[in-house]
């Protein structure tokens, strides 16, 4: 038994201190703020960017369905293509008549439909908050 006591005390003095400190790095924090640099590149000068729309994907439809409100947001932001239809179709705001926040009906921009007072958000709120120099290139393109 001496031997065996040797030789893990042997193995100890190698490769204890290697595994002490593989051990004891799993609880360590290594982040540091100061070791990164900001790279100067807007979330909105990113096309393969997207942000997160909540949608119920379901292999019946052809598209997710949308389950917020897409009026103040820009559409590149909405990770897939729509066809002619607009995403419009795809949304379920449209669906639910008379929801808090409801600006418009379907495909008008008019606020026809009559608002539920006090009743609670049934979508999500999304936002989206460009730059400043990005509205103004978004107005430059528009009238053209």
Request: charged letters at 20%; one cysteine or more.
């Amino acid at each position: 038994w001496t031997s065996v006591a040797f030789l893990i005390g042997l193995l100890w003095l190698m490769f204890g201190n290697y595994i002490m400190e593989k051990v004891f790095a799993q609880f360590k924090n290594t982040y540091d703020p100061f070791a990164t640099k900001d790279q100067y590149i807007d979330f909105s000068c990113v096309p393969e960017i997207f942000g997160y729309v909540p949608q119920y994907v379901h292999k019946q439809f052809q598209y997710p369905l949308l389950a917020c409100d897409t009026d103040g947001i820009d559409t590149n932001l909405i990770p897939w293509e729509c066809d002619s239809s607009g995403f419009d179709y795809w949304n379920l705001i449209y669906d639910v008549d008379g929801w808090q926040g409801q600006k418009r009906t379907r495909s008008h921009r008019t606020s026809t439909a009559d608002t539920i007072p006090n009743a609670t958000p049934v979508f999500s709120l999304i936002k989206h908050y460009p730059p400043a120099w990005y509205n103004e290139e978004d107005k430059g393109t528009e009238g053209s």
